[in-house]
């Protein structure tokens, strides 16, 4: 079983930076691909970043490239999304996510991740 516990959300205008942090707790959940989703109000939850299980292959969704960066540190069992150049279409509640694959991949299918954190709210003012 794994437990995940995300972090850092908040109120920021337009333009700043968020950090979120996602703990993860599970005998080999520093193995597991992780990755982060958000969703709007009125919206279904979609992809946002996703990383392998050693840190060495991202995947990030086209609205968020060059301005959101995720990264793990498996030591300590927890993974990061760096958010810059916030927009108010940023605003949702970012979940974080794990699939309980050995060595898996940066992506994978939103049905395919099995353990969910419980959210945390980022609001982007204008």
């Known amino acids: 079983q794994v437990q995940l516990v995300e972090s850092g959300g908040g109120l920021v205008q337009a333009g700043g930076s968020l950090r979120l942090s996602c703990a993860a707790s599970?005998?080999?959940?520093?193995?597991?691909?992780m990755a982060w989703f958000r969703q709007a109000p009125g919206k279904e939850r979609e992809f946002v970043a996703g990383v392998n299980w050693r840190g060495s292959s991202t995947s990030y969704a086209d609205s968020v490239k060059g301005r959101f960066t995720i990264s793990r540190e498996n030591a300590l069992n927890t993974v990061y999304l760096q958010m810059n150049s916030l927009k108010p279409e940023d605003t949702a509640v970012y979940y974080c996510a794990a699939r309980s694959q050995i060595y898996g991949t940066a992506y994978y299918p939103r049905a395919d991740y099995n353990y969910w954190g419980q959210g945390t709210q980022v609001t982007v003012s204008s």
């Open positions: 599970g005998r080999t959940s520093s193995n597991y691909p």
